[in-house]
């Protein structure tokens, strides 16, 4: 429990500094490529546009949900997917850009963690700081994302509370006193992003394995057999 508890407090403390600086700088090239395949709810495209450029996955994500709300939970999710160690900073990002949809967005980052991290461990791991991460960018919804990461969680959400204690300065008694009484709020928010998740595309990564991988099928270059090797020059 012990260890636990230090693990959680760790990722708390990594998800704060994620929370506070999630604004990496993106050209203004990148930014208008982002902005046009938002608007045209290109979500593929965001997604692989922040795969081509992990450092800025956040600001990329943020930029998206700015260029079209209505996207911003399935956003959220697909590119936590193409960038999985920025799942924390990604769901902080756009919860800033869209707070009244916060607790989705956390319910749709934290359901595409768990079906697509390799082990339990570590979509707990994940979960738990995707959850501080996203009660520090929209305090006022606490209870309801907590309860809303809960739920998307399922089994992998056991450290939700105590990161979102952690996070907030609170106790866990209180963080999951707020969850409960905010329950019915946060299901409904977990339905939505499960579905945002559910329905986000993935950044296709052969796009990024095709320049360096041989096609397939593709036989090995033979040099031409010279006919006169090997043989005794007539004496």
Do not use: C
Request: proline residues 7%; glycine residues 4%; aromatic residues 0%.
């Amino acid at each position: 429990m012990k260890t636990r508890s230090l693990i959680v407090a760790a990722l708390v403390a990594l998800s704060s500094s994620f929370a506070v600086a999630q604004d990496a700088a993106i050209s203004a090239e990148l930014a208008q490529q982002v902005q046009q395949a938002a608007a045209a709810g290109n979500v593929q495209a965001v997604a692989q546009l922040a795969q081509q450029n992990p450092a800025a996955a956040a600001t990329i994500a943020k930029a998206a949900a700015q260029a079209n709300p209505s996207v911003a939970a399935t956003v959220a999710a697909a590119v936590a997917v193409a960038v999985p160690t920025a799942a924390p900073q990604v769901a902080a990002a756009v919860a800033v850009a869209a707070p009244s949809q916060a607790a989705v967005v956390a319910a749709a980052v934290t359901s595409a963690v768990v079906q697509s991290s390799a082990t339990p461990a570590q979509a707990a791991q994940t979960v738990a700081a995707v959850a501080a991460a996203v009660v520090q960018a929209a305090p006022a919804s606490a209870g309801v994302v907590t309860a809303a990461v809960q739920s998307a969680a399922g089994t992998a959400g056991g450290g939700v509370a105590q990161a979102v204690a952690t996070a907030t300065n609170q106790s866990v008694a209180a963080v999951q006193q707020a969850a409960t009484q905010a329950s019915a709020q946060g299901q409904a928010a977990a339905s939505q992003g499960s579905a945002a998740a559910a329905s986000a595309p993935q950044a296709p990564a052969s796009s990024v394995a095709a320049v360096s991988t041989p096609p397939a099928n593709t036989p090995p270059s033979i040099p031409p057999v010279d006919p006169t090797a090997n043989v005794s020059p007539s004496r």
